[in-house]
T-cell receptor
Framework: DTEVTQTPKHLVMGMTNKKSLKCEQH?????MYWYKQKAKKPPELMFV???????INESVPSRFSPECPNSSLLNLHLHALQPEDSALYLC????????????FGDGTRLSIL | GQQVMQIPQYQHVQEGEDFTTYCNSS?????IQWYKQRPGGHPVFLIQ?????EVKKQKRLTFQFGEAKKNSSLHITATQTTDVGTYFC???FGAGSYQLTFGKGTKLSVIP
């Protein structure tokens, strides 16, 4: 069982759709992360939020838009995605800094038609 | 950008044999973490190494951090089928950077 909950588990969308991925944790962690993972590859960092403020954006295209409404929630808004964006999207959280363990959710498996 | 090299990419072992995966960096690391990802699963934190020359053990798993803090290894003694998965090292180059750089991972298969 994971303490980081992601919804939905699977998502299929067309290139013109708008959808959102959601992530929730109740461990009191103040750092939250979005990663993208392609098959047989390591997770690639996309965004980091620290104390609800965006602290790292790894040059991610604007069709991905993160949002941190409060310390427990992290969203990733998707619009006009491309087929190459199909991947597993992982959310993670840690107490504060990256030199602390990151707890990952099960991920959302995204397919772009 | 900064990278951490992890080898081997794949390892097939007979159950009961030992297994080792290595991570190397050209620059000094602030710390290194190890994660395990089962097939179809998500990465799960195993250990964090911070000090030069640090060695930590978890049952059959032994983790080492090099004296120069540029390399690390994970050794599993007497592998079991439950050890199957991909093992990733994840390095932090700057203290408090919030940014983990993952190695490419070593996929371990255990033949019963």
């Amino acid at each position: 069982d994971t303490e980081v909950t992601q919804t939905p588990k699977h998502l299929v969308m067309g290139m013109t759709n708008k959808k959102s991925l959601k992530c929730e944790q109740h461990m009191g962690h103040r750092a939250m992360y979005w990663y993208k993972q392609k098959a047989k590859k390591p997770p690639e960092l996309m965004f980091v939020y620290s104390y609800e403020k965006l602290s790292i954006n790894e040059s991610v295209p604007s069709r991905f838009s993160p949002e941190c409404p409060n310390s427990s929630l992290l969203n990733l808004h998707l619009h006009a995605l491309q087929p190459e964006d199909s991947a597993l999207y992982l959310c993670a959280s840690s107490h504060t800094q990256a030199n602390q363990p990151q707890h990952f959710g099960d991920g959302t498996r995204l397919s772009i038609l | 950008g900064q990278q951490v090299m992890q080898i081997p990419q794949y390892q097939h072992v007979q159950e009961g044999e030992d297994f080792t995966t290595y991570c190397n960096s050209s620059t000094t690391l602030s710390n290194i973490q190890w994660y395990k990802q089962r097939p179809g699963g998500h990465p799960v934190f195993l250990i964090q190494l911070v000090k030069s020359g640090e060695v930590k053990k978890q049952k059959r798993l032994t983790f080492q951090f090099g004296e120069a803090k540029k390399n690390s290894s994970l050794h599993i003694t007497a592998t079991q089928t439950t050890d199957v998965g991909t093992y990733f090292c994840a390095a932090e180059f700057g203290a408090g950077s919030y940014q983990l750089t993952f190695g490419k991972g070593t996929k371990l298969s255990v033949i019963p």
